[in-house]
């Protein structure tokens, strides 16, 4: 049942003509400046832990070198980097990118209303998580440094001061992890809201975009998963600073229950970001191979079977922390039917691609690239999942190759898919397409080279958590230090790569051409207004009268049909 | 009214015939659910396992934990009275009604501080054992929310007594139903069951 109580009268106007450079960038409540805000942030974040990576990456192929940039790595600054790079690139990288800066700009413009439904909290929600970046920033500073305990933040590792020697980071870290959940959750509920009662008169359940759709999913999944977490977290605090025992066995606590608490949020987490990943990936392939979408309401039902099943997986991360190994089989059980429904969704993309008139465009190169790399990510989890299998693999590098080629895929790849398709549209200039290109090729090479190794490495024996390999003779072979230093020198290519991408975004902003209306010939509504568009979106807000994949629909002179042409 | 001038056209709309503001209350709530969910879920957990707890909990006091679940459910009452009174459009009485609220919300935590002072002197600290790190982090997370739902309802009154968005004090009324609902859980999880 669709009722629209828009006031026909005030479907017109923008009275914010003249605003100062503060009012109009940094305190703006217009959805489209709060995605710059999330995805700069963010970016400036991901140059951090990509920073990070190169440090700890040299200790590991050249163990007790003086790293340019650095200096010795010593143990502590060891654990330090590579806590905050797992942290920073899954909490203030791939979060705010993902589903903030990308749900922030799409949702309004693909739903066809002028603003989020709370503008308001939309900018608290900004000012929140630029704290918890302040907040993070701080912990590195503090007596003893920042947090090493990894990003899981296990007891008694996270609750004792005596074994981790950061007491006040560790609390810092956990204030900016807290800090950063209450910004998300108010983003959340506002994307909910926003996609839920805003659409524009027309727009059906099935005429949503399948990206504003998993950005929503996404949403709720967040929503509800975060909440023992964040129990879990003040249970932490208090463990930490009042002398509780939550997590302590000797005073009657229990260390596992934090592992159930993060993980029972940390494995829907992982669908957190990749939903809208995959949602940006149907986007682009359907504009690029100038088709309709394969099964739109099997992607949409996939998507939401995949969040559910996602709450019953977790406990796969703890098969070796001791839990009983007949709930160990049933685990194993869930984790390898959820590999079904991601599987499903990439036939659905390659049905999509197979007969259409594709363009090898940067984007779509991207979303094609995505593909690729997810299907080994997924592919390896199947050995993980395995309970039995896992017990030998764990906490090797394996895992950390497994994770890589998915992550990589959700929070890089993805994220370098939508920039390119929607740079026009946000900043209204179009991209140097060869240099577009080289850097595509040059960073989905040199990322195969750097994991790829690193999968041999991991069943070889090399453990994560080690620091200096020459303390271990068996681990000194030179098939595995040349494995190790080509993973290294594989990095510092594919970050070298990244200028290639800071240049042409830099110069397209300044000289680029500048774009049309509709440059990809798309049928989603943000292609229907100004690039970029203006305060308020539209003068006049659209109506919309089909579904958004009516490509190459027979009979019409154009191969697209807008969501919101009458005939 | 210029509040409701500057808002965007989105805010209007309503696609599933539901107030937008009430929509978002409802998903605030299914948030904190879960984030009661976990604490409480942990803590019966732990209280499967650890027998020790029973002869903990016998020491909290029922006749003030009983008495503090009265004042919260006739606040209760007041909130719904309230949103009776702004349906009607009676913006000033719903902003008395709304003060009455308040009132057992305030009277809830004096007694609340009352009774964590005595437990405090009688050795019962937050670092006693994991039942008293229980009691104190939970009921500790729901005054919280106590505290932030009297001061949301005094901004609240302040409005809806010039009959200026009277849609908040259903608003602020479910909310704070949900908060008498958490109490009603902790009750008899950290009172009644000795």
Same mark, same amino acid.
């Given at each position: 049942?669709?009722?629209?109580?828009?006031?026909?009268?005030?479907?017109?106007?923008?009275?914010?003509?003249?605003?100062?450079?503060?009012?109009?960038?940094?305190?703006?409540?217009?959805?489209?400046?709060?995605?710059?805000?999330?995805?700069?942030?963010?970016?400036?974040?991901?140059?951090?832990?990509?920073?990070?990576?190169?440090?700890?990456?040299?200790?590991?192929?050249?163990?007790?070198?003086?790293?340019?940039?650095?200096?010795?790595?010593?143990?502590?600054?060891?654990?330090?980097?590579?806590?905050?790079?797992?942290?920073?690139?899954?909490?203030?990288?791939?979060?705010?990118?993902?589903?903030?800066?990308?749900?922030?700009?799409?949702?309004?413009?693909?739903?066809?209303?002028?603003?989020?439904?709370?503008?308001?909290?939309?900018?608290?929600?900004?000012?929140?998580?630029?704290?918890?970046?302040?907040?993070?920033?701080?912990?590195?500073?503090?007596?003893?440094?920042?947090?090493?305990?990894?990003?899981?933040?296990?007891?008694?590792?996270?609750?004792?001061?005596?074994?981790?020697?950061?007491?006040?980071?560790?609390?810092?870290?956990?204030?900016?992890?807290?800090?950063?959940?209450?910004?998300?959750?108010?983003?959340?509920?506002?994307?909910?809201?926003?996609?839920?009662?805003?659409?524009?008169?027309?727009?059906?359940?099935? =005429?949503?975009?399948?990206?504003?759709?998993?950005?929503?999913?996404?949403?709720?999944?967040?929503?509800?998963?975060?909440?023992?977490?964040?129990?879990?977290? $003040?249970?932490?605090?208090?463990?930490?600073?009042?002398?509780?025992?939550?997590?302590?066995?000797?005073?009657?606590?229990?260390?596992?229950?934090?592992?159930?608490?993060?993980?029972?949020?940390?494995?829907?987490? $992982?669908?957190?970001?990749?939903?809208?990943?995959?949602?940006?990936?149907?986007?682009?392939?359907?504009?690029?191979?100038?088709?309709?979408?394969?099964?739109?309401?099997?992607?949409?039902?996939?998507?939401?079977?995949?969040?559910?099943?996602?709450?019953?997986?977790?406990?796969?991360?703890?098969?070796?922390?001791?839990?009983?190994?007949?709930?160990?089989?049933?685990?194993?059980?869930?984790?390898?039917?959820?590999?079904?429904?991601?599987?499903?969704?990439?036939?659905?993309?390659?049905?999509?691609?197979?007969?259409?008139?594709?363009?090898?465009?940067?984007?779509?190169?991207?979303?094609?690239?995505?593909?690729?790399?997810?299907?080994?990510?997924?592919?390896?989890?199947?050995?993980?999942?395995?309970?039995?299998? =896992?017990?030998?693999?764990?906490?090797?590098?394996?895992?950390?190759?497994?994770?890589?080629?998915?992550?990589?895929?959700?929070?890089?790849?993805?994220?370098?898919?939508?920039?390119?398709?929607?740079?026009?549209?946000?900043?209204?200039?179009?991209?140097?397409?060869?240099?577009?290109?080289?850097?595509?090729?040059?960073?989905?090479?040199?990322?195969?080279?750097?994991?790829?190794?690193?999968?041999?490495?991991?069943?070889?024996?090399?453990?994560?958590?080690?620091?200096?390999?020459?303390?271990?003779?068996?681990?000194?072979?030179?098939?595995?230090?040349?494995?190790?230093?080509?993973?290294?020198?594989?990095?510092? $290519?594919?970050?070298?790569?990244?200028? $290639?991408?800071?240049?042409?975004?830099?110069?397209?902003?300044?000289?680029?051409?500048?774009?049309?209306?509709?440059?990809?010939?798309?049928?989603?509504?943000?292609?229907?207004?100004?690039?970029?568009?203006?305060?308020?979106?539209?003068?006049?807000?659209?109506?919309?009268?089909?579904?958004?994949?009516?490509?190459?629909?027979?009979?019409?002179?154009?191969?697209?049909?807008?969501? =919101?042409?009458?005939? | 009214?210029?509040?409701?001038?500057?808002?965007?056209?989105?805010?209007?709309?309503?696609?599933?015939?539901?107030?937008?503001?009430?929509?978002?209350?409802?998903?605030?709530?299914?948030?904190?659910?879960?984030?009661?969910?976990?604490?409480?879920?942990?803590?019966?957990? /732990?209280?499967?396992?650890?027998?020790?707890?029973?002869?903990?909990?016998?020491?909290?006091?029922?006749?003030?934990?009983?008495?503090?679940?009265?004042?919260?459910?006739?606040?209760?009452?007041?909130?719904?009275?309230?949103?009776?009174?702004?349906?009607?459009?009676?913006?000033?009485?719903?902003?008395?009604?709304?003060?009455?609220?308040?009132?057992?919300?305030?009277?809830?935590?004096?007694?609340?501080?009352?009774?964590?002072?005595?437990?405090?002197?009688?050795?019962?600290?937050?670092?006693?054992?994991?039942?008293?790190?229980?009691?104190?982090?939970?009921?500790?997370? /729901?005054?919280?929310?106590?505290?932030?739902?009297?001061?949301?309802?005094?901004?609240?009154?302040?409005?809806?007594?010039?009959?200026?968005?009277?849609?908040?004090?259903?608003?602020?009324?479910?909310?704070? /139903?949900?908060?008498?609902?958490?109490?009603?859980?902790?009750?008899?999880?950290?009172?009644?069951?000795?």
């Amino acid at each position: 049942m669709v009722v629209q109580h828009a006031d026909p009268a005030h479907e017109h106007g923008d009275h914010h003509a003249t605003q100062s450079w503060v009012k109009k960038y940094l305190l703006s409540t217009d959805h489209k400046i709060i995605c710059f805000q999330y995805m700069f942030t963010g970016m400036t974040l991901a140059i951090v832990a990509g920073f990070f990576s190169y440090v700890f990456r040299m200790q590991m192929a050249f163990p007790g070198m003086n790293v340019p940039g650095w200096g010795l790595v010593t143990p502590s600054d060891y654990n330090m980097l590579v806590t905050n790079h797992g942290a920073i690139m899954i909490f203030w990288v791939a979060m705010p990118v993902l589903i903030a800066a990308f749900g922030n700009y799409l949702i309004p413009l693909m739903i066809g209303a002028d603003d989020m439904v709370f503008p308001k909290i939309n900018r608290l929600s900004y000012q929140i998580f630029l704290l918890s970046v302040v907040v993070l920033f701080a912990s590195f500073f503090v007596d003893g440094g920042g947090f090493g305990g990894a990003w899981t933040m296990y007891p008694p590792l996270m609750a004792k001061a005596e074994y981790n020697l950061t007491g006040a980071g560790s609390s810092v870290f956990l204030l900016a992890v807290a800090l950063e959940f209450v910004a998300f959750l108010l983003g959340g509920i506002n994307f909910v809201t926003t996609a839920m009662n805003a659409r524009a008169p027309g727009m059906k359940l099935y =005429d949503i975009p399948i990206v504003v759709w998993m950005i929503v999913i996404a949403s709720i999944l967040f929503m509800a998963s975060v909440g023992p977490l964040i129990a879990g977290a $003040v249970m932490m605090l208090f463990d930490q600073q009042l002398g509780t025992a939550f997590f302590d066995p000797n005073r009657g606590g229990d260390p596992i229950l934090w592992q159930h608490l993060f993980w029972f949020f940390g494995h829907p987490e $992982v669908y957190v970001v990749l939903l809208p990943a995959i949602g940006i990936v149907a986007e682009i392939i359907t504009v690029f191979s100038r088709k309709k979408l394969f099964a739109y309401k099997t992607v949409l039902n996939t998507a939401i079977g995949t969040g559910i099943l996602s709450f019953t997986v977790w406990a796969h991360h703890q098969f070796v922390a001791g839990i009983d190994p007949r709930m160990a089989n049933i685990f194993t059980v869930t984790t390898l039917i959820i590999s079904i429904p991601i599987a499903e969704m990439m036939f659905v993309y390659v049905a999509t691609l197979y007969g259409g008139s594709i363009t090898l465009s940067t984007p779509m190169l991207w979303a094609l690239g995505f593909i690729g790399t997810f299907l080994i990510g997924g592919v390896t989890g199947i050995f993980l999942g395995a309970s039995g299998a =896992d017990i030998y693999l764990h906490d090797t590098y394996f895992v950390l190759a497994h994770f890589h080629y998915t992550f990589f895929p959700i929070a890089i790849i993805g994220t370098y898919a939508g920039l390119t398709f929607w740079f026009p549209k946000m900043f209204g200039k179009e991209m140097n397409e060869t240099l577009g290109k080289i850097h595509f090729w040059g960073t989905f090479i040199s990322f195969n080279c750097i994991f790829i190794p690193l999968f041999f490495t991991g069943m070889l024996g090399d453990h994560r958590r080690i620091f200096d390999y020459t303390n271990f003779p068996e681990l000194t072979t030179p098939m595995l230090e040349n494995l190790r230093a080509f993973a290294t020198l594989s990095l510092i $290519v594919m970050l070298g790569f990244q200028l $290639v991408f800071v240049y042409n975004f830099v110069t397209s902003l300044l000289w680029g051409k500048k774009a049309e209306i509709n440059p990809w010939r798309a049928n989603t509504l943000e292609w229907t207004t100004a690039s970029p568009p203006p305060h308020g979106n539209w003068p006049v807000l659209p109506t919309v009268y089909r579904g958004p994949y009516e490509y190459s629909v027979p009979g019409r002179k154009d191969d697209f049909w807008p969501q =919101d042409a009458k005939g | 009214m210029s509040a409701a001038a500057d808002r965007p056209i989105a805010t209007g709309r309503s696609a599933t015939g539901m107030p937008t503001g009430r929509l978002a209350v409802w998903w605030i709530i299914a948030s904190e659910i879960v984030i009661f969910g976990g604490l409480l879920g942990s803590y019966v957990m /732990h209280r499967l396992a650890h027998d020790a707890f029973a002869e903990q909990a016998a020491h909290t006091n029922t006749w003030i934990g009983a008495f503090n679940t009265f004042v919260l459910l006739t606040s209760s009452l007041f909130a719904v009275q309230a949103h009776k009174a702004s349906d009607e459009g009676d913006g000033k009485k719903a902003a008395r009604l709304l003060y009455y609220t308040m009132a057992g919300g305030v009277i809830f935590l004096v007694v609340k501080a009352f009774e964590w002072t005595t437990e405090i002197q009688a050795g019962y600290t937050i670092a006693s054992n994991t039942f008293w790190s229980f009691y104190y982090t939970a009921a500790g997370i /729901h005054a919280a929310h106590v505290i932030a739902g009297v001061i949301i309802m005094g901004i609240v009154a302040q409005t809806a007594k010039k009959n200026l968005e009277l849609q908040r004090v259903e608003l602020i009324g479910l909310y704070w /139903h949900f908060v008498d609902v958490v109490w009603i859980f902790l009750f008899p999880l950290l009172y009644i069951a000795k």
